[in-house]
């Protein structure tokens, strides 16, 4: 498959296991992917900048800079999806991986089809809930929503937003005064089964509401329901 080919989607691996690294792109090439590798932490901005990746897989061990760093460098700039690849498999280290911007997280050793199943699901762009079919917009007082641009701001002012945060408020913006369920949020915006422990949603909750200046202690604008789920509240945006 050609790389010229405007549908093929460009992958940027950063792996210092040369060997894993080389196995992983024979792979995902085989599987269609254009693929570009890259060794250091402290290399990989120069390279997005240059290549333009529609996602990136990010091991944390990294000579030069963590994958944290990393991530967290990269998140002004770079909105597509972060998929991290980690011997850890901790709770504190998958928390501070979301916290920090990463889309998904996926514990080393990995199986092949199992990381291709990840890439598809992050890079796939289900259609969500559409409260304006003509313009694709939703507006609630300050706040501003466009899917085409996948751009929102509040008050006049952007909100930068990961490619996953903005397809969690784009879903409970467009369903604003009904209660989403957990199972249904994980679905629609993760692209999986809700395995009953993942705490992703929750952590991307509560990135929107820093990022949306809502109240962290009491939410105001996207409200916990406990035993149901989340709420979006369409008059909470003056």
């Not at 990269?74 to 850890?88: S, Y």
């Amino acid at each position: 498959m050609s790389n010229n080919n405007s549908n093929v989607k460009k992958i940027l691996l950063v792996e210092d296991d040369r060997q894993l690294s080389d196995l992983v792109t024979d792979f995902l090439t085989s599987e269609g992917f254009h693929v570009k590798q890259e060794f250091r932490g402290d290399t990989v901005a120069k390279r997005v900048k240059l290549f333009s990746p529609d996602l990136i897989i990010l091991d944390v061990m990294l000579p030069g800079k963590d994958g944290f760093g990393v991530c967290r460098d990269l998140r002004p700039e770079f909105t597509g999806p972060v998929l991290m690849l980690t011997a850890k498999s901790t709770d504190f280290d998958q928390v501070l991986g979301l916290e920090i911007g990463a889309d998904d997280y996926v514990i080393k050793p990995v199986e092949p089809r199992v990381l291709l199943a990840r890439i598809n699901a992050l890079l796939r762009r289900g259609e969500l809930p559409n409260q304006s079919e003509g313009t694709g917009e939703i507006n609630y007082g300050g706040l501003h929503i466009n899917k085409a641009s996948r751009k929102v701001t509040l008050q006049d002012e952007n909100v930068d937003l990961t490619s996953q945060e903005f397809d969690l408020l784009w879903l409970l913006a467009g369903k604003a005064g009904e209660v989403q369920n957990r199972d249904y949020i994980y679905k629609a915006v993760i692209g999986r089964e809700y395995d009953g422990l993942d705490r992703s949603v929750d952590v991307r909750i509560s990135r929107l509401r820093k990022k949306l200046q809502d109240d962290t202690e009491t939410p105001f604008r996207i409200k916990t329901i406990w035993g149901q789920g989340y709420l979006f509240v369409p008059d909470a945006w003056s």
